[in-house]
C-alpha cells in the first residue's frame, strides 16, 4: 500500500533525520545567518536527486529543493532559524550550554528537518510509482525576524504553487485553523542639533525628546486602534552622554494586527505621531521598513486533508523515560503559566498524543506573528503543529529549547514529517478534488484581493550581497 510504504520509509530513515535535527540544535544560528543549517539540508536533498535554487528572494541562506515536473506542484515549507539568548542544554534545569547564546527556543531544527524528511519520503514514492508533478521543499531563513519569507514572496517564489504545507513544533497535535496576525517593523530616525546640555541648553534641538514625545504619543494612541492591535517599541539610539544634547535618536517599532490592511493604518498614523514630535522639538525625522508579513490565512480543507492523516497514522506514543522527562520540565514552569488554559490548550496531560481539529478557532487571531502568512495569501496553506514538548511549555523560552532537543522532540518531527508527506500525496493524486476544494475555498478568503509585499522594493535584506553556502 502506497501510504504504508511512505510511513515505514520515514520509520526507516528516522535516524538520519534525527541526527539531522541534532546538528542543527548543537549549531544555532540567527536570522540570515544559518549557512549550516541550509547547507546541511541542501546537501542531503542533493544526494537524493533534488535540483538546488540558492539567494531566493536575494536572501543567501534561502533555497528551493526540486523534484519531478509538471503539475500540479506541491509546497513544504521549512524553517532553521534559532534565537539569541536560549542556549540551553537538554535538561529540566536552567543550563546554558553558551551562556547568552542562541537556542532553538521555537523548534526550528525541528520544523525544517522534517519538511526535508517528508519531501525525500515523498519523492521516493513518485519514482516508484511513475507519479507526475512536482514536489518543492523551501528552505526559509529568519522567519524570526518575520521577513525571510516575505522576501521570497516578493521574488515570487511561491507564485506558482497549486498548495503548500507546514507544521509547527508545539505541546499537542493540532490543525492550525486560527490566524496570526499582520506585522510591520519600522525604525525612525530623528536628527537634531548638539549642545552642551549644561553650559548652553538652549541651543541644541534633542533628538531624543523627539523620540519621547513620539512614544508618549503612540501610547495614547492606543486606546484608539482595533481590538487586537499591538504596538511594542525599543530606543536604538539614546545619545551618547547625559551632558551632550543628542543630535540623533532612533526608536525601533513593532506594529501588529488582525489584517494586512489593519497594520497599514497603524503605519500612516504612527508616521504622522512621529512627524509631530520632530515638529515640537523642531527635529527631522526619516524611517526605514525592517521587516513585514501579512496575517495568516488558514485553510480549512487543507487543515481537514492532515487531520485525515492523523487519523490514518494513529496516535504517537512516548517512553516511560520521556514521561517523567515532561513532568520534570514542567516542574520548572511557573504555576501561573501552566493554569492557563483556553481552546488552544485542549489536554493538560504530560504529553497529549491526541490529534484535534479545532475548527472552532477558525476565524481567532492570536496575539505573534510568523512570516507563512505572506505565502498564505499567494496560495491555499494547510498547516498542523504536533507535540514536541509538554504541554505548557511556552516557545521562545529555555525550557523549549530543552524539549526541542530532546527525544521528545524528535518523535514530534517524525510525527509531522508522516502527516505531511501523506497529505503531499493525496495532493499529487488530487485525491476527492482536493486541489480544487483548497483553491475554491482560498479564492473566498482572499475575496479576489492580490498579494503585494509589505516590504517595499528597495529595502535590501541583510547580508543580501554574500554569496549562496557552500555546498
Not at 65 to 75: D, F, L, R, S, T
Not at 139 to 168: I, Q
Request: hydrophobic content about 40%; proline content about 5%.
Amino acid at each position: 500500500m502506497s501510504k504504508q510504504d511512505i510511513l515505514s520509509w520515514i520509520d526507516d530513515n528516522s535516524a538520519t533525520f534525527t541526527e539531522m535535527a541534532r546538528k542543527i540544535w548543537e549549531h544555532p544560528e540567527v536570522g540570515y545567518t544559518e549557512r549550516f543549517a541550509s547547507s546541511l539540508q541542501a546537501d542531503t536533498l542533493t544526494k537524493e536527486g533534488f535540483s538546488i535554487a540558492w539567494n531566493i528572494g536575494e536572501v543567501s541562506t534561502a533555497f528551493i529543493a526540486e523534484y519531478g515536473n509538471g503539475k500540479p506542484i506541491i509546497g513544504i515549507l521549512g524553517e532553521f532559524d534559532a534565537l539569541p539568548g536560549l542556549s540551553q542544554e537538554v535538561s529540566y534545569t536552567e543550563s546554558p550550554i553558551v551562556a547568552g547564546g542562541p537556542g532553538h527556543g521555537c523548534g526550528h531544527n525541528l520544523l525544517g528537518t522534517a519538511g526535508v524528511e517528508a519531501a525525500i519520503a515523498l519523492k521516493k514514492r513518485m519514482e516508484e510509482e511513475g507519479l507526475p508533478g512536482t514536489i518543492r521543499y523551501y528552505g526559509c531563513p529568519a522567519e524570526e525576524l518575520l521577513s525571510g519569507k516575505t522576501y521570497m514572496a516578493r521574488e515570487g517564489a511561491f507564485d506558482d504553487l497549486d498548495s503548500v504545507l507546514t507544521w509547527h513544533p508545539g505541546s499537542f497535535n493540532m490543525t492550525a485553523n486560527f490566524s496570526m496576525q499582520a506585522l510591520t517593523a519600522v525604525e525612525f530616525f530623528f536628527s537634531g542639533r548638539t549642545a552642551h546640555a549644561a553650559g548652553a541648553p538652549h541651543l541644541g534641538r534633542s533628538a531624543l525628546d523627539a523620540v519621547e514625545l513620539m512614544n508618549v504619543g503612540a501610547n495614547y494612541m492606543r486606546e484608539h486602534v482595533p481590538d487586537g492591535s499591538r504596538i511594542h517599541y525599543q530606543i536604538t539610539n539614546g545619545g551618547l552622554a547625559p551632558n551632550i544634547v543628542p543630535d540623533k535618536a532612533s526608536v525601533y517599532y513593532f506594529l501588529r494586527g488582525k489584517t494586512r490592511l489593519a497594520v497599514d493604518q497603524l503605519l500612516e498614523r504612527l508616521i504622522k505621531t512621529a512627524q509631530g514630535a520632530a515638529m515640537m522639538t523642531e527635529t527631522s525625522v526619516d524611517w526605514a521598513i525592517r521587516a513585514g508579513c501579512y496575517d495568516t490565512l488558514p485553510n480549512v480543507a487543507l487543515n481537514d486533508l492532515m487531520h485525515t492523516q492523523a487519523e490514518f497514522v494513529g496516535p504517537m506514543s512516548f517512553t516511560e523515560e520521556e514521561e517523567q522527562f515532561a513532568v520534570q520540565l514542567r516542574g520548572s514552569i511557573h504555576p501561573e503559566v501552566l493554569a492557563t488554559g483556553s481552546a488552544m490548550t485542549p489536554s493538560k496531560e504530560n504529553l497529549p498524543i491526541g490529534f484535534f481539529n479545532l475548527k472552532q478557532t477558525y476565524g481567532m487571531s492570536l496575539g505573534g506573528s510568523s512570516d507563512i502568512g505572506d505565502a498564505s495569501w499567494i496560495v491555499p496553506m494547510g498547516q498542523i503543529m504536533t507535540t514536541c514538548a509538554p504541554a505548557g511549555v511556552q516557545v521562545h523560552t529555555w525550557q523549549a529549547t530543552a524539549a526541542f532537543g530532546s527525544s521528545i522532540g524528535m518523535r514530534g518531527m517524525h510525527y509531522a514529517a508522516k502527516l505531511m508527506a501523506l497529505s503531499a500525496y493525496d495532493l499529487l493524486l488530487n485525491v476527492d478534488g482536493i486541489i480544487d476544494k483548497a483553491k475554491a475555498e482560498f479564492a473566498l478568503s482572499t475575496k479576489g484581493a492580490t498579494y503585494k509585499s509589505c516590504i517595499p522594493m528597495d529595502v535590501k535584506p541583510p547580508f543580501f550581497k554574500e554569496t549562496a553556502p557552500a555546498g
